[in-house]
Structure formats: C-alpha cells, structure tokens
C-alpha cells in the first residue's frame, strides 16, 4: 500500500519567495494533518482537517502560512513570503478519522531551507 | 495545557544492553498513547497504541507498558539497527470534536556494535 506521499522532499529557496509544499494522504483516510518539526520546538502541529475541511489553524504561524485541501487526495500548504526562520522539515500526516485511537501515518517530509 | 516529558533526550547503548524508554504525562481523560519510531531523513513510523493502565504491547525486541502517569519504551538486547528517535504521542486533547496527539520531543537512541 502507498504511504503518504510528500513533495518535494528538499526545497531551498531565498528569503521572499512563495513556497509550497505537496501531500497525498492514504486512501481512505479521511483526516489530514500538517506539522513542522525543528530542533528547539520538536513536532508542532500547525493544522488539521477533517473530511477535507480545516477544524483547527490554531498552530499556524503567521497569516504568510496558509493550507488547502481541494479533495481527499490532495493538500497544500503555502508560505508567502517565506523568511529564514520558515526553515524546518514539514510534515504531513493522515489517519483514519471517527474510530477511536487510530495513529496517525506519515510522510517522510519535506525539508526546507529558506536563504 | 497537556504535558509530554520524554526522558532521556539521548541514550547510548551497548548492542545487547537493555534498557527502558520514559513518557511521563499530565492530561486529563486519556484516550491513547502512541510509540512512534523515526529514523534520520524519514517521518515517524508507527509501533504501539496503548489505551489503558497495565496494558502492554510487543513487538519484536521493544516492549510498550502504561500507567496512569507514564510509559515505558523497554528495549531487550537491542541491535544497531535499533538506533532511532523515539516519540511518544499522548491523545487527550479535542479540538473540532476530534482528539489530537500531542508528541513528546523523543528520545534518540544510539547502540553501539
């Protein structure tokens, strides 16, 4: 079975511009989660959605970060404009939702580098 | 606020020198803690569910226990291959009517051959 899926998995670009990241959750899995995991913070929820629409935005930095969920196979999140201290690996993870105590799955990140 | 603690932040080991991983936790109404794996490059790859006092979980080398505080990662004769930052999860917290896992900041094991 294909895991989730994260693109691109590097990206470094200069202080400025827009980046966005990529992700396709696992079939069937109908809540959707991005993270941003560094050094100092760890793994820091930014925000989650449920059956394609967003439920909780409150770990979102900043109003240049914003995320999108067209369909149930495909998510964005977008920084405009990105700044140094964007930098991080960015995750997204999937799960099923409305079944207790289901974990979450993983993709293998998307680590940025802002210049 | 709900509190993850994992203890150590690092850890050596000896391949074949057991050892035990530490989650400490202050929530309210647990609904779930997780063991997650995640290898340098990678994301965190699911071990263990644990949902009530005294359960356990196994899985080959890597034994999960819970209380009502904490839990134990229990690491028998590990292999350098075992190497990895281990994250626990606690899930107590709703937001939008869904419960969400707060992580802990891991513990990265390191076994030496």
């Known amino acids: 079975d294909a895991g989730v899926i994260q693109s691109p998995r590097h990206e470094v670009t200069e202080m400025g511009q827009e980046v966005t990241l990529r992700c396709k959750p696992i079939s069937g899995h109908n809540s959707l989660f991005w993270y941003r995991q560094t050094m100092m913070r760890g793994l820091e929820l930014l925000i989650y959605?449920?059956?394609?629409?967003?439920?909780?935005d409150s770990g979102m930095p900043e109003d240049r970060f914003s995320a999108k969920m067209p369909n149930a196979s495909f998510s964005t999140l977008k920084i405009q404009p990105s700044e140094p201290r964007d930098s991080a690996v960015y995750f997204c993870?999937?799960?099923?939702?409305?079944?207790?105590?289901?974990?979450?799955?993983f993709g293998d990140g998307t680590r940025l580098s802002i210049l | 606020e709900d509190q993850v603690t994992q203890s150590p932040e690092a850890l050596r080991l000896q391949e074949g020198e057991s050892s035990s991983l530490n989650c400490s936790y202050t929530v309210s109404g647990l609904r779930g803690l997780f063991w997650y794996r995640q290898d340098p490059g990678k994301g965190p790859e699911f071990l263990f569910t644990?949902?009530?006092a005294g359960e356990e979980k196994e899985k080959e080398r890597l034994k999960a226990t819970l209380t009502k505080k904490e839990s134990f990662l229990h690491i028998t004769a590990p292999k350098p291959e075992d190497s990895a930052t281990y994250l626990c999860?606690?899930?107590?917290?709703?937001?939008?009517?869904?419960?969400?896992?707060?992580f802990g900041r891991g513990t990265s094991l390191i076994v030496h051959p």
């Open positions: 959605f449920n059956n394609n629409v967003p439920i909780d």
């Open positions: 644990l949902y009530s």
């Open positions: 999860a606690v899930q107590a917290r709703i937001s939008g009517g869904s419960y969400i896992p707060t």
């Open positions: 993870a999937s799960r099923i939702q409305g079944r207790s105590g289901q974990p979450q799955h």
